[in-house]
């Protein structure tokens, strides 16, 4: 056997606990009655677009309230829908409201920065942070969760709430959320995959900067439809470290950063909102990498080296749902033309590329 | 050494994609992920019908110009790897789907040994959330109520 990468190394995968799911739930949701009992008037209520279903927020806690909905503010939708949503999420506000969630949780004086865990019959997932704790449930499509919202709470549960839970909840719904950047420019998206430090979101970033439509840099929910591909928006929120930030000067005024936290986090809803789309078809597919260049430069992708390159990022979902996002992803290769973009120095030739690959995209296949 | 009437099938939290002759084999649970083109992604192509040892060897066989011993080596051995790697099982009795031995097309492909190639830079690419340590150690603990 040929092996590559560090010798020796063991993944970092997505392993998971497990807990006791239907009891845990049961206590969230009286916890979460309790509070909105309490607190009729701290209640704030609105409904967004996810994955292209109506999902209803119901949040008892107004700075809460205000601050967890920036990251989805540009898949808000701007009035009650006329159709039930299909996914409820219901949140409070343990420092607001004093409800405390009263349920067995992992244990709090180790520094996780985050735990995954799964009921046995995998109906349940939890996901515990440093200040929150959210659970789904698979079958009444709702999640219920909490937060201890202050000054501490992490830029990660600030800028990416509900991870776990959204991750699967989509993934249930085979629009599979994979590890991605996507832009799009007249209509036409095109998806950077790779390995973490390829260069994704310096590309997003840089073709949002040129005027591109922007979806996300890290997290793409993708959905088969009748004629390719669609994109999904999920967060509009950035997290950049110092060396990103410099290449984004642009951004350095909207960077937060909390606490210890290597990175910053930017909403990107407060820089451009204007450029944020909700879904955009896929057209291409590009796998950026670093190159000793000064300009940017493209070239074709064959289909092998795509799937080799794109499928093992995509397992962002829990045991046995990776299946379907492989088979997804199977798809996407074969269907859609991919391409190597390899990075030069000078940023702005990223988004001339990838206008090229847009334009070699939309040619009929020789 | 493995018998040649092992039968083999696909392990659960194992998913594979075969594409323009290469196979690509994800491992859900310990996120190592494979690579195997051309005989070695003709013989993991062939698993869906839960065969034997020996009716792989038959099958490529009877696509590529290789000696039958020849074949039965390097198929064992690369079989071998797959059990060890925990991306194949052996099969309880009764779970082929059966099928009829090839035919020989009528010119053989040329032959060469299968390689199965391993990657061990998945903690890399799955930087979705933040980094997160081992839970093997963890515990519960009661809340305060």
């Given amino acids: 056997m040929n092996e590559h990468g560090r010798s020796g190394a063991r993944p970092v995968v997505d392993r998971h606990a497990t807990f006791e799911g239907h009891g845990t739930f049961g206590v969230m949701v009286s916890a979460f009655e309790r509070a909105l009992v309490r607190h009729p008037r701290g209640l704030r209520e609105s409904f967004y677009t996810f994955g292209g279903r109506t999902v209803r927020l119901r949040v008892v806690g107004e700075d809460m309230a205000a601050q967890i909905v920036r990251p989805f503010a540009h898949l808000r ?3 009650a829908p006329d159709a039930a ?104 998206g095109v998806l950077f995959a790779g390995r973490s430090g390829a260069g994704k979101s310096t590309c997003a970033l840089a073709c949002l900067a040129a005027g591109f439509d922007y979806v996300s840099e890290d997290y793409v929910a993708v959905e088969t439809a009748a004629d390719g591909f669609l994109g999904h928006s999920v967060y509009s929120s950035v997290f950049l470290d110092r060396e990103h930030l410099g290449r984004f000067p642009h951004l350095v005024r909207h960077a937060i950063t909390a ?39 493209i070239r074709p992708a064959s289909r092998r080296e795509a799937l080799l390159t794109l499928a093992p990022g995509s397992l962002l979902a829990l045991p046995n749902t990776g299946v379907g996002a492989l088979d997804l992803l199977g798809r996407l290769v074969e269907r859609l033309p991919s391409y190597w973009l390899e990075l030069g120095r000078d940023l702005k030739t990223i988004p001339e590329r990838v206008s090229e690959i847009i334009a070699d995209a939309s040619l009929p296949p020789a | 050494m493995l018998e040649p009437q092992t039968r083999l099938q696909i392990a659960k939290n194992v998913a594979a994609k075969v594409i323009d002759g290469e196979a690509v084999v994800l491992n859900l649970v310990n996120g190592m992920y494979y690579s195997t083109d051309g005989v070695g992604a003709d013989a993991w192509g062939l698993l869906d019908r839960v065969p034997t ?73 799955l930087a979705v959330d933040p980094p997160m340590p081992d839970l093997e150690d963890l515990s519960w603990k009661e809340s305060d109520s």
């Fill in chain 1, 259 to 297: 606490g210890a936290s290597e990175k910053s986090l930017v909403l990107l809803g407060d820089v451009d909102p204007r450029r944020l789309a909700r879904i955009v078809p896929i057209r291409a597919v590009a796998f950026p990498r670093v190159a000793n260049l000064s300009a940017s430069r």
């Fill in chain 1, 77 to 79: 939708l701007t009035s």
């Fill in chain 2, 53 to 125: 040892i020996a009716e792989i060897v038959d099958a490529i066989v009877a696509r590529y110009a290789v000696p039958h011993a020849e074949a039965r080596a390097d198929l064992e051995a690369l079989v071998g790897e797959l059990l060890q790697e925990n991306l194949v099982v052996v099969a309880p009795v009764g779970n082929s789907t059966g099928a009829d031995p090839e035919e020989s097309p009528p010119h053989k492909a040329r032959y060469q040994r299968p390689v199965l190639n391993s990657y061990r830079d998945m903690g890399d690419l």
């Fill in chain 1, 85 to 188: 949503a299909e996914l409820t999420i219901d949140l409070w506000d343990e420092q607001a409201t004093g409800i405390r969630r009263q349920v067995t949780s992992f244990d709090s004086d180790r520094p996780w920065p985050s735990v995954v865990a799964l009921s046995a019959d995998e109906r349940y997932v939890a996901q515990q942070q440093s200040q929150t704790l959210t659970c789904l449930d698979r079958v009444a499509q709702r999640v219920v969760g909490c937060a201890v919202w202050n000054e501490h709470i992490s830029v990660y549960e600030r800028g990416k709430p509900m991870t776990r839970p959204l991750v699967v909840w989509h993934n249930d719904r085979d629009v599979q959320i994979v590890h991605a950047g996507l832009v799009a420019q007249g209509g036409a």
